[in-house]
């Protein structure tokens, strides 16, 4: 199954609907239908310029006419030109209000503006006539999801499962919007009825969108197969081999980690992140040398924190204490707020028997208001001569 992406729909009257507000004994009106159903059989097949002509004829002939005004708007959008679009729309439901044709395509060149609450608006103003409409119940839920009010989008997919069982549009808009609220556990829910529809035929975007919440959820072991397949219909899929890469990871199979951050850095070799992740599995495995490579290259694309870090946790790792408190202090000032960085600088005095100087570090982080348990618990450790594992 396609994932199915609404975003390019054109609002096309039905056929025999270009007659219904014309007189069809007047061969004006005969050729402003002609000419209609020729615009937008050329839109469908994305022949947008003759579509455009065919839509200005028609203004030739009637000025005002709505199916033109409401051709060249989709024509605008398709084309991207949101705002000329916008005006196109505008202008036929000056002169004819409630067309729906116009409502919908105004609506959707505000969603693609990103002014959600606008399109709302509009979307609203034709479930006054049609509350039962899957389309627009859809579309005002997936608005209502970028602007994240949880609530009323789910109301939405919800009614909307509820007069179509399994409709796509609802169980995808379902699926990221647990996503987004970190609700996994129900985001796999609906993922997973996504993928029972047509496993044979499923979408790449559903596979890796079941992965990640496996992710997220730490069942790195279950997310595995829906990555792996991914990447069999995509073998150079980003989302696929960051999954696997992340997944292994997790799992502490740097070894198998390294393996799929490669295969990105191959097809993106400067990609800063994915350089940085890199580096910590090579660091994980032992292998500093090669660890510190990936974190130079990295810090020579432009500065990392991450980067920066490992560098240092690479000294610590090799002995060089003094060192490595150094490289983690001079961090700490550019990025005060970073909980790991001040872990690791404790870590480094009480390798070199300064435990005062630990305290002092830690609780220079705690002054600043941060909560963090695992400053709270290595502070404890340290205070009350607890081992520190």
């Known amino acids: ?78 084309q991207g030109l949101f705002q000329d679009a916008i005006d196109y729309y505008s202008k036929c439901l000056s002169c004819h209000p409630g067309n729906n044709y116009a409502l919908f395509g105004l609506a959707d060149c505000y969603k693609a503006l990103n002014q959600y609450h606008r399109a709302i608006e509009i979307w609203e103003q034709y479930l006054v006539h049609d509350d039962r409409n899957i389309t627009v119940l859809t579309r005002i839920a997936d608005a209502y999801r970028k602007i994240r009010d949880f609530k009323k989008s789910k109301q939405l997919y919800l009614k909307v499962l509820d007069m179509e069982e399994n409709n796509a549009y609802a169980l995808i808009g379902l699926g990221h919007l647990h996503y987004d609220f970190k609700e996994y556990k129900d985001a796999l829910y609906y993922w997973l009825k996504m993928y029972e529809l047509n496993p044979e035929g499923v979408d790449i975007r559903v596979l890796t969108s079941l992965g990640n919440c496996h992710r997220k959820l730490k069942t790195f072991e279950k997310g595995l197969p829906y990555f792996e397949r991914a990447l069999e219909m995509d073998p150079n899929n980003f989302y696929a081999l960051f999954g696997l890469a992340d997944c292994y990871r997790g799992m502490n199979q740097q070894h198998c980690s390294i393996t799929y951050w490669n295969r990105i850095l191959e097809l993106d070799p400067n990609n800063k992140v994915i ?20 974190y130079n290259r990295a810090m020579d694309i432009d500065f990392d924190t991450y980067a920066a870090l490992g560098l240092a946790l690479i000294c610590k790792g090799e002995g060089n204490y003094t060192e490595a408190a150094e490289r983690l202090t001079r961090l700490i ?45 290595m502070l404890d450790k340290i205070v009350n001569n607890r081992p520190i594992v």
Do not use: H
């Open 333 to 377: 000032r550019d990025d005060a707020k970073n909980y790991r960085l001040y872990i690791a600088l404790a870590d480094c005095y009480l390798k070199l028997n300064q435990k005062q100087q630990a305290i002092e570090a830690l609780q220079s982080f705690q002054k600043q208001g941060v909560r963090s348990q695992a400053i709270n618990d």
């Open 1 to 78: 199954m396609t994932t199915p992406t609404p975003e390019d729909e054109i609002f096309a009257p039905a056929e025999g609907e270009f007659l219904s507000e014309v007189k069809t004994d007047d061969a004006t009106s005969n050729e402003i239908s002609e000419l209609s159903k020729k615009g937008y059989a050329l839109l469908k097949e994305n022949r947008i310029s003759d579509a455009k002509e065919a839509f200005q004829q028609i203004l030739s002939l009637e000025e005002n006419n709505n199916y033109a005004l409401v051709g060249l708007g989709d024509s605008a959008r398709k």
């Open 275 to 294: 350089l940085t992740r890199a580096g910590d599995a090579y660091r994980n495995t032992g292998d500093y040398k090669t660890a510190a490579e990936y």
